[in-house]
């Protein structure tokens, strides 16, 4: 199944993405939650009840819907350095870089969560903008001390996230936060997509185009940690929550590290694609006025 939060008319509605057509299954079942987060907390009993609700859902072409990020999370946690190709083009590019031995976590901020067709602002601070095509994991139980083994069952589904990155603010510090949290600079969707449907999330292949360039093209198959390690390890220190968001790194390609660098600019348009997930693709724009705080 593929769970959309989608705009009509302009309220907010869950969904499920059926072929071109988004189902409202919302308009079927009132018992069915009207966010994500209230979807995915009601577990296995609201899986069910949209099932149940796809085959008389109201049913709007997706072209004349808005498809919103498919789920504003409580957290939005992000690994780096994460492939194996990446640590080699880094270490190619910095023979002193030293790979660390446990899993490098950092923080994106949720208001950096922005839908899978929506502008990314280049921020008026820096000229270092940067895409990071990643597979990204949602949440489905609120779980701690998860191990590897039982990861899967905890797991809502899979998504598609452009860790957009302001590199000068990235490496100003350590956490790599401030760099990391501009606004916009975490495009997510198109739909949560159930692990029935992606099969093993290490096995896919993941695409970065900019302006129909190709960028980026790896697979998920070279993580150094996978997606059920990326659970047991963060599950050790704190409670995941139902729609919390993880992003599980990327592979070779960033503009940064090209020689010479390709940064994104004002009109750039990126395409991230992945496997039996989807694509999101969004257009760079110049952060706007209307983004400054009013005095």
């Not at 969904?15 to 069915?32: H, K, N, R």
Request: with cysteine; aromatic share 6%.
């Amino acid at each position: 199944m593929r769970l959309i939060t989608f705009s009509k008319d302009g309220v907010n509605r869950i969904g499920v993405l059926d072929g071109g057509e988004a189902c409202d299954v919302t308009a079927v079942d009132p018992d069915i939650p009207r966010s994500m987060i209230d979807f995915l907390e009601a577990g296995e009993r609201g899986f069910e009840a949209a099932r149940a609700a796809i085959a008389t859902a109201p049913r709007f072409d997706v072209a004349t819907v808005e498809l919103r990020a498919p789920v504003a999370p409580r957290k939005l946690l992000a690994l780096g350095i994460n492939y194996r190709e990446h640590i080699a083009e880094m270490q190619a590019l910095m023979p002193a870089f030293v790979f660390p031995d446990t899993q490098v976590w950092f923080n994106k901020q949720v208001t950096s969560v922005t839908g899978p067709f929506d502008p990314i602002h280049k921020p008026k601070v820096s000229d270092l903008l940067d895409y990071e095509g990643e597979l990204a994991i949602v949440i489905g139980k609120r779980c701690r001390h998860v191990s590897e083994a039982e990861a899967a069952s905890v797991i809502a589904g899979y998504t598609i996230c452009n860790d957009v990155s302001v590199r000068d603010w990235q490496m100003a510090t350590p956490t790599q936060t401030m760099g990391k949290s501009f606004d916009t600079h975490a495009p997510l969707g198109p739909a949560i997509v159930t692990s029935d449907e992606v099969g093993d999330p290490q096995d896919l292949r993941v695409r970065v185009w900019v302006n129909g360039e190709a960028r980026q093209d790896f697979s998920t198959s070279d993580m150094v940690f996978s997606c059920f390690k990326q659970i047991e390890h963060l599950s050790k220190a704190f409670t995941l929550e139902p729609g919390d968001v993880i992003t599980t790194g990327t592979s070779v390609g960033n503009g940064v590290l090209r020689v010479p660098p390709v940064l994104l600019k004002a009109g750039d348009l990126v395409r991230v694609e992945i496997d039996r997930i989807g694509a999101i693709e969004n257009r760079v724009v110049d952060e706007p006025e209307t983004a400054l705080f009013q005095r």
